[in-house]
T-cell receptor, first 112, second 113 residues
C-alpha cells in the first residue's frame, strides 16, 4: 500500500513568516494529494488539493507544489497568522482507489 | 460541500461492551470511509464502507471487531465490538462524492474504562 512520510513533525514560525511542510509518497500511481488542517478538538478540514497533472496550485496565502518524478509534494503558507496554528496533514490517493493514506502530521505554531 | 453528521460525539463505555457510531451525509455519496485517530496522532484508515456489499478492511482491522453497515448512499455505521481500553480513540467517518471534496464527520471520542 501507499506510504506517506511528512516532515517536520513540529514547526514554529514568527507571525508574517512563511511555513513549508513536505511530504513524500511511495506509490507512483497516486494521483491526488489533499492537505488538511485540524484545529484542536475539531475535524480535519480540506484546505487545498492538487492532482497529478498539475505542478502547482495556489489559493491566497496557501500553495501546494508537486514533483511527480521525485514523489514529493509540499504545502507553503505565506504571511502566517496566529490562526494558522494547527496540525496539518498531507494525504495521497492511489490511482483508482478513493481512500487516502495520511502523513503523520505537522504541528504548526505561529507566534504573534 | 456536503455536511456529515456523526453521533455520538463522545461516549464512555465499559470494557467488553460494544458501541455503534452513526454517520449521516446530507446528500448521496459514492464512498464512505472510517478512520481512527489516536490522541495526537495521524488518521488511520479502518475500512471503506461500500453500499450494497461488504466493507473493505485495511490491514490490522477485521470485520468481527469493527463491523460496518452501509444500507444506502447517505448512511453508514461502525461498531466497535468487545471493547478494551486500547480501543479508546477518536473515530471519524469521511465521505467522497461527485460534487465536492473529501470531508469528515465531527468525530466520536471513545473512552473505554
Amino acid at each position: 500500500g501507499e506510504n506517506v512520510e511528512q516532515h517536520p513533525s513540529t514547526l514554529s514560525v514568527q507571525e508574517g513568516d512563511s511555513a513549508v511542510i513536505k511530504c513524500t509518497y511511495s506509490d507512483s500511481a497516486s494521483n491526488y494529494f489533499p492537505w488538511y488542517k485540524q484545529e484542536l478538538g475539531k475535524r480535519p478540514q480540506l484546505i487545498i488539493d492538487i492532482r497529478s497533472n498539475v505542478g502547482e496550485k495556489k489559493d491566497q496565502r496557501i500553495a501546494v507544489t508537486l514533483n511527480k518524478t521525485a514523489k514529493h509534494f509540499s504545502l507553503h503558507i505565506t504571511e502566517t497568522q496566529p490562526e494558522d496554528s494547527a496540525v496539518y496533514f498531507c494525504a495521497a490517493n492511489p490511482y483508482n482507489f478513493n481512500k487516502f493514506y495520511f502523513g503523520s502530521g505537522t504541528k504548526l505554531n505561529v507566534k504573534p | 460541500s456536503a455536511v456529515i453528521s456523526q453521533k455520538p460525539s463522545r461516549d464512555i463505555c465499559q470494557r467488553g461492551t460494544s458501541l455503534t457510531i452513526q454517520c449521516q451525509v446530507d446528500s448521496q455519496v459514492t464512498m464512505m470511509f472510517w478512520y481512527r485517530q489516536q490522541p495526537g496522532q495521524s488518521l488511520t484508515l479502518i475500512a471503506t464502507a461500500n453500499q450494497g456489499s461488504e466493507a473493505t478492511y485495511e490491514s490490522g482491522f477485521v470485520i468481527d471487531k469493527f463491523p460496518i453497515s452501509r444500507p444506502n448512499l447517505t448512511f453508514s455505521t461502525l461498531t466497535v465490538s468487545n471493547m478494551s481500553p486500547e480501543d479508546s480513540s477518536i473515530y471519524l467517518c469521511s465521505a467522497e462524492g461527485p460534487n465536492y471534496g473529501y470531508t469528515f464527520g465531527s468525530g466520536t471520542r471513545l473512552t473505554v474504562v
